[in-house]
């Protein structure tokens, strides 16, 4: 086992992985950058260490300030959480030249499926169900318009190094393909230094559902279930959910089995998530998270495990203890993600918590750095907090989620707490009646409308 873990992250994150790593008796290490000095994980951990001003750049990918710090503190792994350098290739290698270990997986798994199209072809290798698309990236016009005309429109113009909705753009019609893919590889280079893209079949109504697994990297892996992240906004995710509404145990069994059994054979090590699209029966991968998710709450919620304690002692070399039969699901559970953010513009609020209340009782959890005091940073994404329930039935926690929402309290800035109160109480969340685009319908129909 690891002696010391520097924790290469901030906010609820970097909270969650020093509380892993102390239940297990390890020292922590906390980074922070200038903007991040009164942060609860700098005031928690063993040791910390400034890397750097606000900028991202500047700090949390900064390399050499992170390798500096494990020199210092004498740090022999680095917990990179999500977000930052958590699908970094490189940064993994880098760390194994310093004789430092990555809590996460093998830098070749991370660069396979960090390449939207390479990840697409090894998926479909494993025996993994794939959307109708072009074989690897479109290198002209006239080669994306065959593809296009043999999968049939719309279809969906991706960034092959994309990620977040970003260099994704829609193609009704031949009309629209060549602006489609102009636009989509003018995002893709500005945002990831690279513009290549590839075609996929548009799907009208899908599901956004994702498969947990872990592996050990020796031949051993399951999956932990499944959770809906169908509620999203500029596709991304605003509320999860597991068990998915939209599934029967059978479905449910059988994708999470071809998950698990393509990452034996790739000898996949440490927590991973394969995402699919679900229309008519049928799931479509469109590709894996090679790090843990902001949602991994929810299938802890429902399988009673701790996934950060099980990336840092696969890390450590120990195996997948348990086979498939050893997972078992309880109830369901639901998590929102807080934002400092105008519920229904949407525009961040960072500032100076004034007062906060978070939720408690049975089924209630809250993971957040927050704290009241605390001032909001305008450089990093805006999470408060998620805010996760758990319940017998489906219905049990969704009232109980209605009832958590109405107790949270957070003054001095803006929060979305306004549109899950809002979400919560409508028929079509209810009863599980949404897809990808149903939220942003919602929103464009007036559903938050609060006189702003």
């Given at each position: 086992?690891?002696?010391?873990?520097?924790?290469?992250?901030?906010?609820?994150?970097?909270?969650?992985?020093?509380?892993?790593?102390?239940?297990?008796?390890?020292?922590?290490?906390?980074?922070?950058?200038?903007?991040?000095?009164?942060?609860?994980?700098?005031?928690?951990?063993?040791?910390?260490?400034?890397?750097?001003?606000?900028?991202?750049?500047?700090?949390?990918?900064?390399?050499?300030?992170?390798?500096?710090?494990?020199?210092?503190?004498?740090?022999?792994?680095?917990?990179?959480?999500?977000?930052?350098?958590?699908?970094?290739?490189?940064?993994?290698?880098?760390?194994?030249?310093?004789?430092?270990?990555?809590?996460?997986?093998?830098?070749?798994?991370?660069?396979?499926?960090?390449?939207?199209?390479?990840?697409?072809?090894?998926?479909?290798?494993?025996?993994?169900?794939?959307?109708?698309?072009?074989?690897?990236?479109?290198?002209?016009?006239?080669?994306?318009?065959?593809v296009a005309a043999d999968i049939g429109y719309p279809v969906l113009v991706?960034?092959?190094?994309?990620?977040?909705?970003?260099?994704?753009?829609?193609?009704?019609?031949?009309?629209?393909?060549?602006?489609?893919?102009?636009?989509?590889?003018?995002?893709?280079?500005?945002?990831?230094?690279?513009?290549?893209?590839?075609?996929?079949?548009?799907?009208?109504?899908?599901?956004?559902?994702?498969?947990?697994?872990?592996?050990?990297?020796?031949?051993?892996?399951?999956?932990?279930?499944?959770?809906?992240?169908?509620?999203?906004?500029?596709?991304?995710?605003?509320?999860?959910?597991?068990?998915?509404?939209?599934?029967?145990?059978?479905?449910?069994?059988?994708?999470?089995?071809?998950?698990?059994?393509?990452?034996?054979?790739?000898?996949?090590?440490?927590?991973?998530?394969?995402?699919?699209?679900?229309?008519?029966?049928?799931?479509?991968?469109?590709?894996?998270?090679?790090?843990?998710?902001?949602?991994?709450?929810?299938?802890?919620?429902?399988?009673?495990?701790?996934?950060?304690?099980?990336?840092?002692?696969?890390?450590?070399?120990?195996?997948?203890?348990?086979?498939?039969?050893?997972?078992?699901?309880?109830?369901?559970?639901?998590?929102?993600?807080?934002?400092?953010?105008?519920?229904?513009?949407?525009?961040?609020?960072?500032?100076?918590?004034?007062?906060?209340?978070?939720?408690?009782?049975?089924?209630?959890?809250?993971?957040?750095?927050?704290?009241?005091?605390?001032?909001?940073?305008?450089?990093?994404?805006?999470?408060?907090?998620?805010?996760?329930?758990?319940?017998?039935?489906?219905?049990?926690?969704?009232?109980?989620?209605?009832?958590?929402?109405?107790?949270?309290?957070?003054?001095?800035?803006?929060?979305?707490?306004?549109?899950?109160?809002?979400?919560?109480?409508?028929?079509?969340?209810?009863?599980?009646?949404?897809?990808?685009?149903?939220?942003?319908?919602?929103?464009?129909?007036?559903?938050?409308?609060?006189?702003?």
């Open positions: 086992m690891f002696d010391k873990i520097l924790i290469a992250n901030r906010g609820e994150i970097a909270l969650r992985i020093l509380r892993a790593a102390k239940e297990l008796g390890i020292a922590t290490v906390a980074v922070y950058s200038t903007a991040d000095a009164d942060a609860m994980h700098v005031r928690l951990a063993d040791e910390s260490v400034c890397i750097g001003p606000p900028s991202a750049r500047d700090s949390y990918l900064n390399v050499p300030a992170l390798l500096a710090a494990c020199e210092i503190t004498g740090a022999d792994a680095i917990h990179p959480g999500y977000g930052f350098l958590s699908e970094n290739a490189r940064f993994a290698e880098i760390l194994a030249e310093h004789s430092i270990a990555f809590i996460g997986p093998k830098p070749e798994h991370i660069r396979i499926m960090g390449d939207k199209i390479e990840a697409k072809r090894t998926a479909r290798r494993l025996g993994i169900p794939c959307v109708p698309g072009s074989e690897g990236g479109v290198s002209d016009e006239a080669e994306a318009q065959r991706k960034a092959a190094a994309g990620g977040g909705g970003r260099g994704m753009k829609v193609a009704r019609s031949k009309d629209d393909l060549l602006h489609a893919i102009q636009t989509a590889k003018t995002e893709a280079k500005a945002a990831f230094g690279d513009d290549a893209v590839y075609l996929e079949k548009y799907l009208e109504k899908p599901r956004h559902i994702e498969v947990q697994i872990l592996g050990d990297g020796q031949g051993g892996a399951v999956h932990l279930g499944e959770r809906d992240c169908s509620l999203q906004r500029r596709h991304q995710k605003v509320l999860e959910e597991s068990p998915s509404p939209a599934l029967n145990d059978t479905q449910r069994a059988e994708i999470g089995e071809i998950c698990a059994s393509a990452m034996r054979e790739l000898r996949y090590a440490g927590a991973g998530t394969i995402e699919f699209l679900f229309e008519d029966g049928k799931f479509y991968f469109i590709e894996m998270n090679t790090r843990i998710q902001v949602e991994h709450p929810v299938t802890e919620m429902i399988t009673g495990l701790d996934l950060v304690t099980a990336q840092i002692r696969i890390a450590a070399g120990s195996p997948v203890s348990m086979i498939q039969e050893d997972v078992k699901f309880f109830g369901h559970a639901i998590e929102c993600r807080v934002n400092a953010e105008h519920p229904s513009t949407f525009r961040p609020s960072p500032g100076r918590i004034s007062y906060y209340h978070p939720p408690g009782g049975v089924g209630v959890r809250v993971d957040s750095a927050v704290y009241q005091g605390y001032k909001i940073p305008s450089n990093y994404d805006s999470l408060v907090g998620k805010l996760i329930v758990h319940g017998r039935t489906r219905n049990e926690a969704l009232m109980r989620l209605r009832r958590a929402l109405d107790e949270f309290i957070v003054d001095g800035v803006d929060t979305t707490l306004p549109l899950f109160r809002t979400l919560v109480r409508n028929a079509d969340v209810q009863n599980g009646l949404y897809d990808i685009h149903w939220l942003e319908q919602f929103l464009a129909t007036g559903g938050m409308d609060l006189n702003s």
